[in-house]
Structures are given as structure tokens and as C-alpha cells.
């Protein structure tokens, strides 16, 4: 597998044994798996990539608008706040910088075909990246995934496998099927190594002047973990001056990290019975949830279970004060509220929310919203 020459290896996020790429879990324990970086070779955020541009299956994603919202910051008190706008990704949702590179890994371990459970972005991108790389895909997603997801897995050219029930339906069909096909699913390596790619890029928005607090609309928790990597790597690497705290916001009907974080726990337990209508963040039982964990206690964050009811009245204040976000990204803007509410904030404080999904992914649910209130 052809990598830049910062990237030393995998190593393991729970007994830290070290890997070469290529591998999905630790062989070991398990556990997650993430891209080791060679601190003394980066100089700059091109050294923090894992593929060189010429081996990178890519659709130019990356690259999306940090959004000041004034008004936000007044309502809260503090110095500052950005959302950072991943729905402006090529297929809408911040999976595409996780998919590109995971995409990336099987192409160069010789795929012909990928496949990964997904409440429904995930699968969306995949077939997208898979396309581009001219290789097949196959989504296994709930019956409750959005048409619009569905339709484009197939409009990508991806196969597509809908279970009877939720997302854990899904994630079982997954672990059961014999088919030939190489994983892209939750927790790969590569897939974190997107949320590392975030974390560089939100630095150097801010021209490397790191905020105090980052909050993450968080399912299985990767991208928690990316996010510390990366705040990390570039402190190590004298590129930034600071790792914000990173707080998980959650649906408070299917909250395993939020809940556990706010409890001291190290590790989430899995959710019953989940029953939110954040569709992409209804995962009871997540991939990365105590590496997410462990990062979320490794930069003095925490975590906030918030009320469908105000996901979505917080989606749709958040599109009045700005950019246009969904449901997704609503339960960012609940969370710092919540968060605010116990104090998590000082006065000076830059604080930035993650969209992950284009509000027009959402919309369906938003109109409910407003038309429930007689609009």
C-alpha cells in the first residue's frame, strides 16, 4: 500500500500494538485502529495525509466553508462561534473525507468490490468513491434510511441491501453476509484517518490558532477519535498551538457516548431500545465508542444528550442564523446550548460546531417540524 512518508503505521487505540496498513481491527484485541504519523516528518498539513494525491481516490472533497455565526455566540456568551460546513461535501455529508481515504485502502489492497452498513450517508458515499475508483459497492441499510440515500446508492451505481428494522439490523446483516467484498464499515482506520484530515484543515481555517472547544454530532464516535488525532498531531508537530476540548453531541434517545462521557465511563454501554429521528446518529451500539471516549477525557471534553424536540427547533434557528444545516447538525447546536446551560463555556471562548450532513438531506424532517408548530 503506497502511503506518504509521514505515515509510520497502524497502531491500536486499546493495547496499542502496532500494524501495517491494511488491516481493519487489531489483530490482537480488536480494538480500533488508527494512522500512526511520524511527528519529526510533518512539516505541514500536506505531510498529515496518509495517500499521495495521485493514489487518492478523490472528488474534491474537503475544503468546506467555516461559517461565523455571530448570533449564536451572543445567545451563549462567548467569544466566538463557527460551524464548520461539512455538508458541503461532494455527496452532502462529512463520510465523503472518511470514504475517500477508506475507498482509498481497498483500492490499494487490490478491491474489486466495497461494502459498509450505514444508517445511509455512509452507503451514499461509498457507492460515490467506489464509482470514481471504478469498482463496485453494496450498502447495507434499515428500511428507515431516506429515500434520497437509497436513490443515490443506486444512481452511484452501488448495490444495495435494505433490512427490515434499524440500523443494528443492518449492522447484523452486515456481519453475517458471506459475499465477496472487502469492508469499508465503521471504525476502519482510514475512515478515522478522515475525521484527522478534519481536525487539520478546521486548524488551518483559523490559521492554526486552535479553538477552545470543538462539538461533534457523534454516532460511532471515529470521528471523535480523528479529531483528537489530528488537534494532537498538529501540536506535537509545532503547527498549532493547542487541542480544544471536544465535546460528543447525541440524540438523548440513543446517546451511548454523551451518556457514558458525562458519567466518567470508559466505556459506552449499548442503547436497547434507540428511537430518535436523527437518522444518522441513531447507533446504539458504536464502532469507536471507547477510543471516542478516551479522547473525548484526553482533551477535558464531555458529552450532551439532547431531546429530539430541540434537534430539531435547534436546526431550524440554526438555518435562520445561518448556514443551512439539518437535523444532523442541529443536534450540534442543542448540545452547545445544553452544554452552555452547565457552564462549559467562559466568556472569551471560541467555540466550533461540526454539520455533518447538508440540510437539504434533511428537509422532510425539518418541514414536519414547522408544520407540527401549525406553519
Not at 455527496?91 to 472518511?98: C, E, F, P, Q, V
Not at 454530532?217 to 471523535?224: C, D, Q, R
Not at 473525548?296 to 435547534?314: M, N, R, Y
Not at 431550524?316 to 447538525?329: F, K, L, N, S
Amino acid at each position: 500500500m503506497q502511503t506518504t512518508a509521514a505515515v509510520r503505521g497502524l497502531s491500536c487505540t486499546a493495547c496499542g500494538e502496532s500494524v501495517d496498513p491494511g488491516i481493519e481491527r487489531c489483530p490482537d484485541c480488536g480494538g480500533v485502529l488508527v494512522v500512526d504519523f511520524d511527528v519529526d516528518a510533518v512539516d505541514g498539513p500536506a505531510d498529515c495525509r496518509p495517500f499521495p494525491p495521485e493514489a487518492t481516490v478523490s472528488i474534491d472533497e474537503g475544503a468546506t466553508p467555516a461559517v461565523a455565526v455571530p448570533v449564536l455566540a451572543d445567545e451563549l456568551g462567548v467569544g466566538g462561534v463557527t460551524v464548520k460546513d461539512e455538508g458541503r461535501n461532494p455527496t452532502g455529508s462529512l463520510a465523503d473525507r472518511k470514504l475517500s481515504l477508506a475507498v482509498t485502502a481497498a483500492v490499494a489492497d487490490g478491491a474489486d468490490r466495497v461494502g459498509t452498513p450505514s444508517p445511509g450517508n455512509g452507503a451514499q458515499s461509498a457507492a460515490a468513491y467506489a464509482a470514481r475508483a471504478d469498482i463496485d459497492s453494496k450498502g447495507f441499510v434499515p428500511s428507515r434510511c431516506p429515500f434520497l440515500n437509497k436513490a443515490m446508492v443506486n444512481v452511484h451505481g452501488g448495490d444495495m441491501y435494505v433490512v427490515e428494522g434499524r440500523y443494528a439490523d443492518a449492522v447484523e446483516a452486515f456481519a453475517d453476509s458471506d459475499e465477496p467484498l472487502t469492508s469499508v464499515a465503521p471504525g476502519h482506520p482510514f475512515r478515522v484517518a478522515g475525521g484527522t484530515a478534519l481536525a487539520l484543515e478546521l486548524l488551518a481555517d483559523r490559521e492554526w490558532a486552535a479553538p477552545d472547544a470543538v462539538v461533534h454530532p457523534t454516532g460511532h464516535g471515529e470521528t471523535v477519535l480523528g479529531l483528537e488525532r489530528g488537534f494532537a498531531l498538529a501540536a506535537d508537530a509545532g503547527l498549532a498551538d493547542g487541542v480544544p476540548r471536544l465535546y460528543a453531541a447525541q440524540p438523548a434517545d440513543c446517546a451511548p457516548i454523551a451518556a457514558a462521557a458525562a458519567d466518567g465511563a470508559t466505556d459506552p454501554a449499548p442503547v436497547d431500545h434507540p428511537d430518535t429521528i436523527v437518522g444518522p446518529l441513531e447507533v446504539p451500539d458504536p464502532a469507536a465508542g471507547r477510543a471516542a471516549l478516551d479522547a473525548i477525557a484526553a482533551t477535558g471534553g464531555d458529552g450532551a444528550a439532547v431531546p429530539d424536540k430541540e434537534i430539531l427547533q435547534a436546526a431550524v434557528d440554526g438555518c435562520e442564523m445561518g448556514p443551512e444545516i439539518g437535523a444532523t447538525g442541529g443536534t450540534a447546536i442543542a448540545g452547545v446550548r445544553a452544554l452552555a446551560d452547565r457552564g462549559a463555556f467562559d466568556a472569551d471562548e471560541e467555540v466550533v460546531l461540526v454539520n455533518p450532513v447538508a440540510g437539504s438531506k434533511e428537509a422532510d424532517l425539518l418541514r414536519s417540524h414547522l408544520m407540527s408548530q401549525g406553519m
